[in-house]
């Protein structure tokens, strides 16, 4: 697959819409609402924030490299670590709800792009197995 084409590819454009939330919705529960800096120490909520926002970003450059690559294993790395990181975002708004976030609502919102994330993503994972064309020797 070529750059150009993922803007084509729905699991593509699903991770960019849970980016997006998920930076607006860390930015909106952060109590540092400079996030975009450098690190600071901060409280439980900026670093589960910052966590959001991290993992959101690494989604979404891992559906990039797994789209791009012509190597299987690489391929079944990425596809390994967006199933880790959209269990940590969920994890995430859990810590925001138990720190005492009244607005649930968003991240009732956060959840649901991540359910309709992940059903775009299990569709696009069944087309990665060695005989579709994937060197599984890679």
Known sequence: MERQSLNSLGVYQRSLALRDLSE???H?????????????????RDDISQSLMTDAVQITKEVEQAALSNSYSVKMRSLTFINIMTRNI??????LERDGVKEKEYLNL???EIKTFRSSFKKWRKSFHPGNG???SS
């Not at 909106?28 to 439980?44: A, T, W």
């Not at 969920?90 to 810590?95: D, I, V």
């Open 24 to 26: 607006a919705v860390a």
């Open 28 to 44: 909106y529960f952060s109590r540092n609402k400079d996030l975009f800096s450098l690190p600071k120490i901060g409280s439980f």
């Open 90 to 95: 969920l994890a995430y708004c859990n810590g």
């Open 110 to 112: 956060l959840r649901g």
């Open 134 to 136: 994937n060197d599984p």
